[in-house]
């Protein structure tokens, strides 16, 4: 079964743009949720989606919108990018949202904002 | 609110040699769920081995196990048989009751391998 695959792996915008990135959970999961890493604030919690609906939100600003599509695919959006937005941004999945539904991790999406 | 502890941000262990790495835990939950990942240079989060706050048994997978101590909220994971491969950054995550709060996760430990 294949894993978790996120889009594009790589990116390097400018303070100002905006950035949509794209992932497609694992066959049959239903949860996706989005996660930032920076070496400074760690894992942090930005959204999570189940059946088309959000969830849970973590404490981002507005700036920070995710979406989820009737196959389970989300793709997260960041608008007006600052340069404390660069981060590896990782999207997991997992088949329900119960409190031991094991999530798996796609391979990130590198974000540089210049 | 649940929040993870890891105390031990870079660790050394010789090749062959067994290693535990520290995870503490804080949570008002009684259910809840524990995880171990990996993270390698590459970046992807690979997942390691479940607990679950009911489980009576530590949960074993392959070379790694988790020393599950309840009333001590720790839940050390330990790899033996340390493979030059196993060099990474380890993370600690906990869920608590029902799946309506987020994976929380410690701040990691980075384990570095040596031959």
């Known amino acids: 079964k294949a894993g978790v695959t996120q889009t594009p792996r790589y990116l390097i915008k400018t303070r100002g743009q905006q950035v949509t990135l794209s992932c497609s959970p694992i066959s049959g999961h239903r949860s996706v949720s989005w996660y930032q890493q920076t070496p400074g604030q760690g894992l942090q919690f930005l959204f999570e989606y189940f059946s088309e609906t959000q969830r849970n939100k973590g404490n981002f600003p507005g700036r920070f919108s995710g979406r989820q599509f009737s196959n389970s695919r989300s793709e997260m959006n960041v608008s007006t990018l600052e340069l404390g937005d660069s981060a590896l941004y990782l999207c997991?999945?997992?088949?329900?949202?119960?409190?031991?539904?094991?999530?798996?991790f796609g391979p990130g999406t590198r974000l540089l904002v210049l | 609110a649940q929040k993870i502890t890891q105390t031990q941000p870079g660790m050394f262990v010789q090749e062959k040699e067994a290693v535990t790495l520290d995870c503490t835990y804080d949570t008002s939950d009684q259910s809840y769920g524990l995880f171990w990942y990996k993270q390698p240079s590459s970046g992807e989060m690979i997942f390691l081995i479940y607990q679950g706050s009911y489980d009576e048994q530590n949960a074993t997978e392959g070379r790694y196990s988790l020393n599950f101590q309840k009333a001590r909220k720790s839940a050390n994971l330990v790899i033996s048989a340390s493979q030059l491969g196993d060099s990474a950054m380890y993370f600690c995550?906990?869920?608590?009751?029902?799946?309506?709060?987020?994976?929380?996760f410690g701040k990691g430990t980075r384990l570095s391998v040596i031959a």
């Open positions: 997991a999945s997992s088949w329900d949202r119960g409190v031991g539904e094991t999530q798996y």
């Open positions: 995550a906990m869920r608590g009751l029902s799946g309506n709060t987020p994976l929380v």
